[in-house]
């Protein structure tokens, strides 16, 4: 089956700085590939996912890129501000309407 | 967006008991849920689909006789921790994708279950 291996386990930045967590999965049929925002003890949120026919995706301070060739993927977080404090997760999966495959999660922490 | 809603949102059991989780999808019907356990600072590890009419298909390693999953409609899962231990203790997610959308999964607000 599928593995999603995430790195950094934790990244602490300060404010204005850019983040960037980056993920590998095994699954060369993987082509759907979403990022999770999860505050303290709430639930999981979309922010931004990408499939696999396009390379590079951006919303705002969000941007995610792919290779499929290398099967990583990458979250890239410009500007981060306090708000940006939590944990993220990549996630991977055959297609959008299949079971998704979690990375372990980064710790992101955004210092003033 | 979609709402996905969980209850109850905490439960405390005694060893030996059994719990039930519901997971509502409040705006919208899902065909498909899906439950996760995650562990504190951990990842969400998935553990059984809940197919609408049909039998929950369980990840390796996931007692179904343990976690037994309902899903009798389309806005209904339920997930019940029978016969509980304290190693049942954790936070139970689950998530739904409405039948009519892009693909995107909703999660509900999490069950932490913590068995005495």
């Known amino acids: 089956g599928e593995n999603v291996e995430q790195h950094p386990s934790t990244l602490s930045v300060q404010e204005g700085d850019s983040a960037v967590i980056k993920c590998t999965y095994s699954?060369?049929?993987?082509?759907?590939f979403p990022w999770y925002k999860q505050e303290l003890g709430k639930r999981p949120q979309l922010i931004i996912d990408?499939?696999?026919?396009?390379g590079e995706k951006k919303d705002q301070r969000i941007a995610v890129t792919l290779n499929k060739t290398a099967k990583h993927f990458s979250l890239h977080i410009t500007e981060t501000q306090p708000e940006d404090s939590a944990v993220y997760f990549c996630?991977?999966?055959?297609?959008?309407?299949?079971?998704?495959?979690f990375g372990a999660g980064t710790q992101v922490v955004v210092t003033p | 967006g979609a709402v996905v809603s969980q209850h109850p949102s905490w439960v405390i059991c005694k060893s030996g008991t059994s719990v039930k989780i519901e997971c509502r999808s409040l705006?919208?019907?899902?065909?498909?849920m899906f439950w996760y356990r995650q562990f504190p600072k951990q990842s969400l590890m998935l553990m059984a689909t809940s197919n609408e009419g049909s039998k929950a298909t369980y990840e390796q390693g996931v007692e179904k006789d343990k976690f037994l999953i309902n899903h009798a409609s389309l806005t209904l899962s339920t997930l019940t921790v029978t016969s509980a231990h304290p190693e049942d203790s954790s936070f139970y997610i689950c998530s739904a994708r409405p039948i009519a959308g892009g693909g995107e999964l909703f999660f509900g607000e999490g069950s932490r279950l913590t068995v005495l």
């Open positions: 705006d919208f019907q899902a065909t498909t």
């Open positions: 996630a991977a999966s055959t297609d959008s309407w299949g079971k998704l495959q």
């Open positions: 990408i499939r696999s026919n396009v």
């Open positions: 699954d060369s049929a993987s082509n759907y």
